[in-house]
């Protein structure tokens, strides 16, 4: 299993930008996937997550409305698209995925992809 993450960069607030993760070596069938993010002197927290029996599902309320993640079966990759950015969701955005049918948290990703890194900043 490989994850490779792109897309991130630097922001102005309240703009947008769409995180790809490139999957290798497993489908959503067996998966679970989701993004997670690493703020400065913080733990990785769970944003948004995808599997077989859980379509779609936000970790943290403050993404709501804001964030949507989704699955390109053609191009085993997934996305997040990141709208009305603030300052607080600066962090290093990751992929991370994990067999079985439900998504779980950080903790229990066996497969992690690399970062990218997300600065919102007037």
């Known amino acids: 299993v490989q994850l490779q993450a792109s897309g991130g960069g630097l922001v102005q607030p309240g703009g947008s930008l769409r995180l790809s993760c490139v999957a290798s070596g497993f489908t959503l069938d067996d998966y679970a996937i989701g993004w997670f993010r690493q703020a400065p002197g913080k733990e990785r927290e769970g944003v948004s997550c995808?599997?077989?029996?859980?379509?779609?599902?936000n970790a943290i309320d403050s993404v709501k409305g804001r964030f949507t993640i989704s699955w390109d079966n053609a191009k085993n990759t997934l996305y997040l698209q990141v709208n009305r950015l603030k300052v607080e969701d600066t962090a290093v955005y990751y992929c991370?995925?994990?067999?079985?049918?439900?998504?779980?948290?950080?903790?229990?990703?066996?497969?992690w992809g690399n970062g990218t890194l997300v600065t919102v900043s007037s």
């Open positions: 995808i599997s077989r029996d859980d379509a779609s599902k």
């Open positions: 991370g995925a994990v067999e079985g049918r439900h998504c779980r948290g950080p903790y229990d990703m066996a497969f």
